[in-house]
């Protein structure tokens, strides 16, 4: 079946506009992950959603940062006036809520603020 | 608060020799622990997890790990290497049964060379 799906692959954008990023997660999937790579970091945990539960917010790095997830489906990670260190490569992972469930990742959104 | 450790940040096998990719762990309750792949330009692949039960679980591509409690460390290891197993191997933690986020290792760069 369909797995995560991130668009844009690729966003090229200058250093003080706004980006949106895109994450349809797998059909059924109750929970929905964001997370950041990069060179110097890792992999960071952005937010998280758990069905109509407050999304938890503890991994976003400044006011910035924000995401929506409209119907409890298809989410959209907003950066406001991006800077330089902004740049990385954005994931999006979904999951089964229950015991165990594995997160699914999407190939992932290659962000450069120039 | 939880913390993964992979103190290689690389390792070289022969093809046909057995491999192991070391991880260690650091939570305040039960460990949920995952491996996963990432090849080049692509997103992150899910291998295996332990929840509980055996202490030796099983995943894809004939990679195994072995969760130890007493020494807090779920390696990553695999009987007879490929060339194609050569990728970038992260393993992480969650800290919540049902769900949440994973906190992720630095991840290990295996090169298997012919």
């Known amino acids: 079946g369909a797995g995560v799906s991130q668009s844009p692959s690729n966003k090229v954008t200058e250093k003080g506009k706004d980006v949106e990023l895109r994450c349809d997660p797998i059909?059924?999937?109750?929970?929905l992950y964001w997370y950041r790579q990069s060179l110097g970091q890792g992999l960071e945990f952005l937010i998280y959603?758990?069905?109509?539960?407050?999304?938890?917010k503890s991994g976003l790095p400044s006011d910035r940062f924000s995401a929506e997830r409209t119907g409890g489906s298809v989410s959209t990670l907003t950066i406001q006036r991006t800077q330089q260190e902004d740049s990385a490569v954005y994931l999006c992972?979904?999951?089964?809520?229950?015991?165990?469930?594995?997160?699914?990742f999407g190939p992932g959104t290659r962000l450069t603020v120039t | 608060a939880q913390s993964v450790a992979q103190p290689e940040d690389q390792v070289n096998v022969a093809e046909g020799n057995p491999l192991t990719v070391k991880c260690t762990y650091s939570?305040?309750?039960?460990?949920?622990l995952f491996w996963y792949v990432q090849y080049p330009n692509r997103g992150l692949q899910f291998l295996l997890k332990?929840?509980?039960?055996?202490?030796l679980v099983k995943g894809s591509y004939g990679f195994e790990a072995e969760f130890n409690k007493s020494q807090t460390s779920f390696h990553l290891k695999k009987p007879s290497a490929l060339v194609s197993d050569s990728a970038l191997y992260f393993c992480?933690?969650?800290?919540?049964?049902?769900?949440?986020?994973?906190?992720f290792g630095q991840g290990t760069e295996l090169s298997v060379k012919p």
């Open positions: 992972a979904s999951s089964y809520t229950g015991t165990g469930h594995e997160q699914y």
């Open positions: 059909s059924g999937h109750t929970a």
């Open positions: 959603f758990q069905g109509n539960s407050a999304p938890d």
């Open positions: 939570v305040s309750g039960n460990p949920y």
């Open positions: 332990y929840i509980t039960g055996d202490n």
């Open positions: 992480a933690v969650r800290e919540h049964l049902q769900g949440g986020k994973l906190i």
